[in-house]
């Protein structure tokens, strides 16, 4: 658990060559996918598409995700019981389709042992910076003209799960919020939210 107490900035210290400010703190879905195909030229593709995969569908900090272990996930049943950082509620995530295969494969490939989903080379389990740097390199490759940084696949989420018109409730507790108001700023861009104010 001592993982989950280290720092979610996005790193100060990647050399990324981009100047242009962010237009937003989100990517859309096909970003997203974007970013997944990049990761996969990485030299640990798959384990780097992942990664980016798991913490987009469930909202995961970076250090939620190098906290993950293979006793959080039940594949038989498809199930990941998400333990949150900052005091959020625990909860248990179904996984997809997608989801299910990628982890299923990343288990099959990998050659170190170790409790945790995403390791180094050496079988330790992925840093929080290591995570952060390989994210903001990722971007970089996919020719994103802003920095892209971890914490962007966790707001993400949020944005997609509302723009999709999911109760507000729901993505609270879905992505651990304690309060509410942390998932308002979502429903605030939600493309739908004024369609019906004129009607000619």
């Not at 390199?137 to 892209?148: C, H, K, M, P, Q």
């Not at 707001?155 to 507000?168: F, P």
Request: charged share 25%; glycine share 8%.
């Amino acid at each position: 658990m001592e993982n989950l107490q280290r720092f979610e900035q996005p790193p100060t210290a990647v050399n990324v060559t981009v100047s242009k400010r962010r237009p937003r703190e989100y990517l859309t879905e096909c970003e997203i996918e974007r970013l997944m195909k990049a990761a996969e030229d990485n030299r640990w593709g798959h384990r780097d598409a992942t990664a980016i995969l798991i913490a987009y569908r469930h909202g995961l900090r970076a250090s939620e995700l190098v906290a993950l272990r293979w006793n959080d996930i039940e594949l038989a049943t498809g199930r990941l019981h998400v333990r949150r950082a900052k005091a959020g509620a625990t909860s248990v995530h179904p996984i997809g389709g997608k989801e299910m295969r990628a982890l299923r494969r990343l288990r099959r490939e990998t050659t170190v042992h170790s409790p945790y989903v995403f390791v180094s080379e050496r079988g330790a389990p992925l840093s929080v910076a290591g995570y952060q740097r390989m994210v903001a390199r990722t971007g970089e490759s996919a020719g994103f003209g802003f920095l892209v940084h971890s914490h962007m696949l966790r707001h993400s989420c949020g944005y997609k799960l509302a723009n999709d018109g999911q109760d507000t409730r729901a993505i609270q507790h879905y992505l651990g919020h304690r309060s509410i108001a942390s998932t308002v700023r979502y429903t605030a861009l939600a493309p739908d939210r004024f369609r019906n104010f004129w009607k000619d």
